[in-house]
């Protein structure tokens, strides 16, 4: 199944997150394109094609990730690309933007065309660079907005690093304005985390760690706003964890705002309890929230309010997590997590399949200006057969990140990748033996 001729999907349950349509159909795959799309029937098979019977299995656009650390350059024993890619195509994740916060920083056009040229000889899904909005990540000088994203950067952000400066905040967002580029910084505001390592609440005082309030959050957040209304700038919140930040954002768009949000999967389906006795591997930024916020942001995502769902892919090796909670490096694993963590609540009621999908793929590549992410004819190959019924125990020891640290290890899930497509071929397939084949 490693060969670019055409292929035909047969007998799916096909999924179109941007229209909301679901049914019974077939998928005819041609040079890297959707060729045809046959709801209720089967497309004429060209000579030499492929037949993959889906059995009734869900067809679905490939997922994409707006917030992913691939550790090239510089942290290459936390993740590569090769890993991450093969990480993603195992969770039907078959676009990354990669975040900024590397060694070198992504803060040039030379890094940012690195990053392209290795990401096109190593990885098997499409990875688009995000480049960082001020120099070296320090919040005092905005970087080249225009030169970076002429060399190909697809939006704007100093990863984990908040721009604590409102004054270099508002020439970023002009900047960004005149150049059409895209803003989505991390929100925590630095003097108000301080030493904290997790939610501020009763909780926390009673594992005697330090706490996180919501208002390093909102108070960012609602400052970020401000000057969107003053710069006219698009906008989009990388992640939001709070009933508040839900309220903020939905103001926001009702007034008219260019704005969009996203919620990190983490947020949205584990709360501060999972921390339990000190879990590192969920040791977050933003912190796992009350479940009064996962609730909130639950019905913001069904709501519209929030737009995006990302995996805030964050690999962590043994020596920055195998440590006192307080101690630990922030993050944990998600790209071959996103998807079945997220039917989670699809299989609750609280999400349509549709809605969930259109999250993790339609709405991320409207968001990005990229032409995947929809099931229709003409767009790209970039798809995902999943077996939405499918229960499994995760373990660690089988994911394709180099690190190892899921907050989701040894959790039930249900919902599986059984093959990812990307620009046509197939470049991962579990249904082969019972194992994953890179193409």
């Not at 040079?31 to 045809?36: K, R, S, V, W």
């Not at 900047?175 to 909780?203: K, Q």
């Not at 609750?348 to 409207?366: H, I, N, Y």
């Amino acid at each position: 199944m490693t060969s670019v001729r055409p292929i035909i999907l047969a007998d799916a349950t096909l999924v179109d997150p941007g229209s909301g349509r679901e049914g019974r159909g077939s998928l005819l795959l041609r040079d890297g394109m959707i060729a045809d799309i046959a709801w209720g029937a089967s497309p004429d098979a060209p000579d030499g094609a492929e037949v993959i019977g889906c059995a009734g299995a869900v067809v679905a656009p490939g997922l994409v990730d707006m917030r992913a650390f691939v550790g090239e350059p510089g942290a290459e024993h936390r993740e590569t690309l090769k890993t991450a890619s093969e990480a993603a195509a195992a969770g039907g994740v078959t676009t990354i933007v990669s975040m900024p916060d590397t060694n070198p920083v992504v803060d040039g056009p030379a890094i940012v065309d690195f990053l392209l040229r290795r990401a096109r000889d190593t990885s098997i899904v499409h990875i688009h660079p995000a480049a960082a909005i001020t120099k070296g990540l320090q919040g005092r000088e905005m970087t080249e907005l225009g030169l970076l994203r002429e060399a190909g950067a697809v939006a704007f952000t100093d990863g984990e690093h908040a721009v604590a400066s409102a004054a270099v905040m508002r020439r970023a967002l002009t900047y960004a304005r005149d150049v059409g580029a895209l803003l989505m910084p991390h929100l925590a505001e630095p003097g108000l985390v301080g030493t904290g390592v997790m939610n501020e609440g009763e909780l926390a005082s009673r594992l005697g760690l330090a706490g996180i309030p919501r208002e390093a959050e909102t108070i960012m957040l609602e400052r970020d706003l401000r000057l969107v209304r003053l710069t006219g700038a698009r906008y989009h919140a990388a992640m939001i964890s709070c009933a508040d930040s839900v309220e903020i954002v939905r103001r926001a768009k009702e007034a008219g705002l260019p704005v969009t949000c996203g919620v990190s999967i983490n947020n949205l389906t584990l709360n501060e309890n999972d921390v339990g006795h000190y879990r590192t591997f969920c040791k977050l930024s933003p912190p796992l929230r009350h479940e009064d916020d996962r609730q909130a942001v639950i019905e913001a995502l069904a709501e519209g309010v929030i737009d995006v769902v990302v995996s805030d892919h964050n690999p962590q090796d043994v020596e920055t997590k195998r440590l006192p909670f307080a101690e630990a490096a922030d993050g944990a694993l998600g790209l071959e997590t996103l998807l079945s963590a997220s039917l989670r609540l699809v299989h609750d009621g609280r999400l349509s399949l549709p809605a969930m999908l259109r999250a993790v793929s339609s709405r991320p590549a409207e968001i990005l200006s990229l032409p995947t992410g929809r099931l229709q004819k003409g767009a790209p190959a970039d798809l995902a057969l999943i077996d939405i019924d499918e229960p499994y125990v995760l373990d660690k020891r089988e994911l394709r990140s180099r690190s190892k640290n899921s907050p989701f290890d040894e959790s039930r899930l249900t919902g599986r990748v059984q093959a990812t497509i990307v620009a046509g071929r197939v470049v991962f397939d579990r249904r082969a033996d019972g194992a994953a084949r890179a193409a």
